[in-house]
């Protein structure tokens, strides 16, 4: 069955310090992994977008990592700032339908604190 | 950031009312999709389409309608509403060829007492 698990569930940091979110998945035949930011009552945005070929990408303070061997991936953010509370969502699209079928974990619900 | 809209983006209503959640996109994107998201949960697809006169269900079972009359309009009907229906819908669209990612709208929150 495919899976998207995202550790923690939630997550205080105060604000300056860095974090690192954790996703496991199980979809295969994998095609990308997304990390996307979900801001409360809002639409998840795209942060970051890996192919199996790729094992590291930045955008801005945010640096998410992929290990398609374990299948694990992870999202390192940066001198966190307030704006950054959010909900985070691991998402894997898998390469087996036109689709474009994403498979999406619960999020990591960070807060920033002041 | 994407031009997806969806409207409205609040909407409390009663049991038994009829209601339409809009969404539109002006990229020109084929495939167009709709999400249910409970808080802490994950999205679950209820609806889909690959273009004009093209619906599909989900995985997640729906008693909602879609429709796609137009490239960019994909409306979301429920007949009845009813407490269970309490959720967010979120609308995507994704382009045809290119990049692999879906854009999402805002977002609709629906209660219905």
């Known amino acids: 069955k495919n899976q998207v698990e995202q550790s923690p569930q939630s997550l205080i940091i105060l604000e300056g310090k860095n974090c690192t979110l954790q996703?496991?998945?199980?979809?295969?035949?994998?095609?990308?992994l997304r990390w996307y930011k979900q801001d409360t009552g809002r639409g998840p945005v795209s942060l970051t977008i890996?192919?199996?070929?790729?094992n590291t990408k930045s955008n801005g303070r945010y640096t998410a990592t992929l290990d398609a061997d374990t299948k694990q991936s992870s999202l390192h953010i940066t001198a966190s700032q307030l704006s950054d509370s959010a909900s985070y969502i691991c998402?894997?699209?898998?390469?087996?339908?036109?689709?474009?079928?994403?498979?999406f974990g619960r999020g990591t619900q960070l807060t920033v604190w002041p | 950031e994407a031009d997806i809209y969806q409207t409205p983006r609040y909407l409390v209503i009663g049991t038994g009312k009829k209601i339409t959640l809009e969404c539109s996109q002006t990229?020109?994107?084929?495939?167009m999709y709709w999400y249910q998201q409970d808080p802490g949960m994950e999205l679950h697809l209820i609806h889909y389409?690959?273009?004009?006169?093209?619906?599909e269900k989900g995985d997640l079972s729906s008693e909602s309608t879609v429709s796609r009359i137009r490239t960019e309009h994909f409306p979301l009907t429920l007949e009845s509403a009813r407490p269970s229906h309490t959720s967010q819908y979120l609308c995507?669209?994704?382009?045809?060829?290119?990049?692999?990612?879906?854009?999402f709208g805002p977002g609709t929150r629906l209660t219905v007492l």
């Open positions: 995507a669209s994704r382009p045809p060829l290119g990049v692999d990612e879906q854009f």
């Open positions: 996703c496991n998945y199980t979809v295969s035949p994998f095609s990308n």
């Open positions: 890996m192919t199996f070929s790729e």
């Open positions: 998402v894997v699209s898998d390469r087996g339908s036109t689709l474009g079928r994403l498979y």
């Open positions: 990229m020109g994107h084929d495939k």
């Open positions: 389409s690959y273009g004009v006169n093209s619906t």
